[in-house]
Each structure stands twice: as C-alpha cells, then as structure tokens.
C-alpha cells in the first residue's frame, strides 16, 4: 500500500497530521466549540427565503465581492466591537481558515516566516506550511499567557513576516491585554514590515471589548472573525477579516474567483438578520462557561481562566487517560495534547450538568 510518505509531497509536510478531532456517536460531545444551540425557527425559514431567492439566479456566478455581506459585517462590527468600520475594511471568505490563508498567501510564502505563540490555534502553523511559509513557535508563561519580553526578543532576532496573536486564545481560553498586543504590534514593525494577525474567532464570548479598536493608525493589523462559534453556524463556514482597505485590497490578488457561493451570502446575511437573538444565546454560554470554571474549582481541577466558549481544565499525570474515562461515561472532550490538560466546549446545561458528573466519577475513579 501506498503511504502518504511515498509520496512527493513537500518536506515541510512529511510526518504531519491533518487538523481534526475524533467525531465518535456519544450522548455528550464537547469537543469541538460548536454552539450547541440549533438555529431559531424564524432563523432557519429566514434563510429558506434566503436561499429560495438566490436558487433562481444559480445560472448565474454569485457576487464576486460580496459587497452586501460584507456591508452588513462591517454594520455588525461597528455596533459591536467599538470602532466603525466600511464595507472598505471588510473581506469575508469560507471560513476564517481561507482568510488566515489568503493572508498568508498574499504576506507570507516561501523565504518567508511567521510566528505564533503556543499552545494556540493549530491551523496557524498548519496553513503556514501549507503555503510554504517558516514557521516559529514563541514563548508563553507557564500559565498560558504570552512571554511578552522573550516574544520581544524572538521578533527583533527571527523578524518575523506575520505575527499571530489568538484572543481568546485556542485550546487555553486565555485572552489577551491590548498592550501586550501593541508591543508585539510594535517590536514586529520595528524589525520589518510585517503583519499583524489578531484572530478573534471567539471574541465575542470574551469578558473583555474586542480588539478591533487597535486597528486605527495600524495598516498593517488584521483581526480575524468566524460566524462558526457565536452565530451557531459552524456549518455554514463564513469567516471574515476586519482591516485597512489596502490589505482587504492586497487579499483580492490571491482569493479564487466567486470563492462565496450564492448561497453562502444569502445565509449569513440571513444569520446578520438575528444577531441580536443569536448574541442572547452566547450570553447564555457565557454564563455557563463560568458555571463549569467555578465548578471544576471547586472539585480541585487547575482550570485556566476562559474567555472563550470552552475550557481548560487538569492537571493531571495522564490527560489522555482522563479522557478515556470520561468518554466511558459518554462524555466526549478535547485532549489536545496539551500536557496535563484536557478542553471542554460549553453546551446546554443539561450537557455541562453531565460533564461535570462524569468529572466527578473520573477523579473517584483515578483516585480509587
């Protein structure tokens, strides 16, 4: 049989795994972030007349630019995140994984580097090499949060083409202080042009305003959105950037043509209808996510503090063997492998109720 190494594939990608957690039928899944709240009624016969009406133009290639779903992203952030914005500053795409990498696709590439701080966002280093892209691996303190001073050396020495900076920050939960952000913002364009890349993918379950403020006077940031997590449409794959015209203008020379199909804009922009209905429910995650913090406390789990939809809890000897035994009690979790740690997405409470019961016969379990 053929392997994958037989192959001539690039060497960046020998010995590498595709992104992906473990889909197995149990009662209780948390492991991938998914909003666990379907989609409201009038929501989902909005999108059929959505649909409906796009289906009759289907012979014809959809809006290139996108330029209504993009205003209404901006009109979004706008009211949202705490600075106005255009459909100038605005490009969406399938997913925030294709905006991370048209980005790295227009600001990156071979001969050229990019630099994360891990544990973070797997795809970052993934989409790196998938594009040719080096890719560098900064420092973060034993909790989480980023070495800012060795980060700053890191960037002066390896001048780094993009910098990536997850908040909150996946799998750890971990926000990040907007003045941790600007020193790296700075130390990176000290040492060369590059670009910034803030990737909110769970901004808005943050206890903290969006960074998107830090985008003025700052041509050269990009904070990255998805309406996968607080619009519980992970289905759907929209993702978009928010950024100066010049770099949303920069991205138009790599995207494929007619990338978001008709039907994609007319979804989203349906889901845009009922932001404020779809933003009740992630209160409603927030709240839970503290319950499960507060909770995982008390039974004596190290939990890091969560600014996200999920969170990470340990530390144990053997975190794989940890979520072997919640999985017998029909509870699905996140190991990823980070050490001692295991990650838990905020379901419905009567999901949260079963994970923590399950957590609480694990540990008698192990400790039996």
């Known amino acids: 049989m053929t392997r994958i190494d037989d192959l001539p594939i690039r060497d960046e990608l020998r010995g590498k795994s595709p992104y992906g957690a473990p889909q197995l039928d149990v009662p209780v899944r948390l492991n991938t972030n998914e909003n666990p709240y379907p989609l409201p009624e009038e929501l989902v016969r909005r999108i059929g007349e959505r649909v409906t009406e796009a289906a009759r133009e289907l012979n014809r290639y959809p809006d290139r630019d996108a330029v209504e779903l993009r205003t209404e992203l901006a009109a979004y952030l706008s009211r949202t995140a705490g600075l106005p914005v255009t459909v100038d500053n605005v490009w969406a795409a399938n997913g925030s994984n294709e ?33 040719g892209t080096g890719w560098i691996s900064g420092p973060r303190h034993d909790d989480f949060t980023i070495d800012v001073e060795a980060a700053e050396r890191t960037i002066a ?18 926000a990040v ?10 130390a990176a364009l000290a ?4 670009v910034v890349i803030v990737d909110e993918a769970y901004g808005e379950f943050s206890h903290q305003p969006s960074l998107l ?49 008709s039907v994609t804009q007319a979804t989203a922009l349906a889901a845009l209808e009922h932001t404020d209905t779809l933003l009740r429910y992630v209160e409603r995650l927030k709240s839970e996510r503290d319950r ?21 809890f340990g530390r144990f000897d053997d975190a794989h063997a940890m979520w072997q035994r919640l999985l017998r009690h029909g509870v699905l979790v996140r190991d990823n492998d980070v050490p001692g740690f295991l990650r838990v997405t905020a379901g419905t409470p009567e999901e949260n109720d079963a994970f923590l019961e399950a957590v609480r016969a694990s540990l008698k379990e192990r400790d039996a």
């Open 213 to 261: 403020p830090l985008l003025e006077g700052r041509p050269t940031m990009v904070l990255t959105r998805t309406m996968s997590k607080a619009f519980g449409a992970a289905g759907l794959r929209l993702g978009y950037m928010a950024a100066d015209p010049a770099v949303v203008d920069a991205v138009q020379l790599v995207r494929l043509p007619y990338h978001l199909s």
């Open 157 to 174: 020495e390896l001048e780094p083409d993009v910098v990536f900076v997850c908040s909150p920050n996946n799998p750890t939960g971990t």
């Open 99 to 131: 905006i991370i990498q048209q980005l790295l696709q227009t600001f990156a590439g071979p001969g050229r580097t990019a630099i994360g701080f891990e544990p973070s966002y797997s795809m970052h280093a993934l989409i790196s090499r998938g594009t």
């Open 191 to 194: 040492a060369k042009p590059c």
């Open 292 to 312: 499960i913090v507060a909770e995982l406390t008390a039974l004596g789990c190290e939990v890091t503090a969560s600014d996200a939809n999920f969170v990470q």
């Open 177 to 186: 202080d907007k003045d941790t952000v600007l020193r790296l913002y700075d």
